[in-house]
């Protein structure tokens, strides 16, 4: 089993916890995560793009001139998508692009990262996230090693106040979020991940092969 420092908010050491090596320990696989990490993104999307087909766009369907003996171009109606203001063809129309993936990809994805990140040096263990009030000076002045330390934080924690939300949410590159709500997307876009110790190890409960 691999060990890990629990620390303070200020950097200094407290204790060391083991991590499971059946978590923690497994190779990188870029493929796991590519694939969880476009399929979060593909959620994401909302899908509501929409053009106008030429029976949608305003105009009248009469034929504009005779078929023959004009010297013109044979045309139908003005709203052909040939003329301007006419409709778009092929054009996008609003569509879902959610799609799943099996939770055996999205758990070895998420079991990949953690253990990147650990021999990587870029998971940190937290003894407690407490803070008094919901100020963003007040989370700076408790947390502001950690922040300063590096370009993105995620913290992450079995639940989160609503205190520490408001605190931290003006601060750019820094994200608190609840276990439930973690993904691999966020685990694989932040520099930094910080967890409390209940948070890690109930994640690793969960991920558990």
Request: hydrophobic share 40%; charged share 25%; net charge positive.
């Given at each position: 089993?691999?060990?890990?420092?629990?620390?303070?908010?200020?950097?200094?050491?407290?204790?060391?916890?083991?991590?499971?090596?059946?978590?923690?320990?497994?190779?990188?696989r870029q493929d796991l995560?590519?694939?969880?990490?476009?399929?979060?993104?593909a959620n994401q999307r909302?899908?509501?793009?929409?053009?106008?087909?030429?029976?949608?766009?305003?105009?009248?369907?009469?034929?504009?001139?005779?078929?023959?003996?004009?010297?013109?171009?044979?045309?139908?109606?003005?709203?052909?998508?040939?003329?301007?203001?006419?409709?778009?063809?092929?054009?996008?129309?609003?569509?879902?692009?959610?799609?799943?993936?099996?939770?055996?990809?999205?758990?070895?994805?998420?079991?990949?990262?953690?253990?990147?990140?650990?021999?990587?040096?870029?998971?940190?263990?937290?003894?407690?996230?407490?803070?008094?009030?919901?100020?963003?000076?007040?989370?700076?002045?408790?947390?502001?090693?950690?922040?300063?330390?590096?370009?993105?934080?995620?913290?992450?924690?079995?639940?989160?106040p609503s205190a520490l939300?408001?605190?931290?949410?003006?601060?750019?590159?820094?994200?608190?979020?609840?276990?439930?709500?973690?993904?691999?997307?966020?685990?694989?876009?932040?520099?930094?991940?910080?967890?409390?110790?209940?948070?890690?190890?109930?994640?690793?409960?969960?991920?558990?092969?």
């Open positions: 089993m691999a060990n890990i420092a629990v620390i303070n908010p200020s950097l200094e050491t407290q204790r060391e916890i083991q991590l499971p090596e059946e978590i923690f320990g497994v190779p990188y995560i590519h694939e969880a990490v476009r399929c979060y993104a909302l899908g509501t793009h929409s053009t106008k087909r030429r029976d949608e766009v305003s105009g009248s369907g009469k034929k504009l001139w005779k078929q023959k003996h004009t010297g013109r171009a044979r045309m139908g109606e003005i709203r052909s998508p040939l003329w301007y203001h006419g409709g778009i063809a092929f054009g996008p129309k609003p569509r879902d692009y959610s799609y799943a993936v099996p939770k055996k990809v999205r758990r070895g994805a998420m079991r990949s990262l953690l253990a990147e990140r650990v021999r990587r040096g870029l998971l940190t263990v937290i003894d407690g996230f407490a803070l008094e009030g919901n100020k963003t000076k007040a989370f700076l002045a408790k947390f502001g090693p950690i922040v300063e330390a590096h370009k993105t934080v995620l913290f992450v924690d079995e639940k989160v939300v408001l605190a931290s949410r003006n601060i750019p590159g820094v994200k608190v979020t609840g276990l439930s709500e973690i993904n691999v997307y966020d685990m694989a876009r932040y520099e930094m991940v910080v967890f409390t110790e209940p948070a890690l190890l109930r994640l690793a409960e969960v991920l558990k092969p």
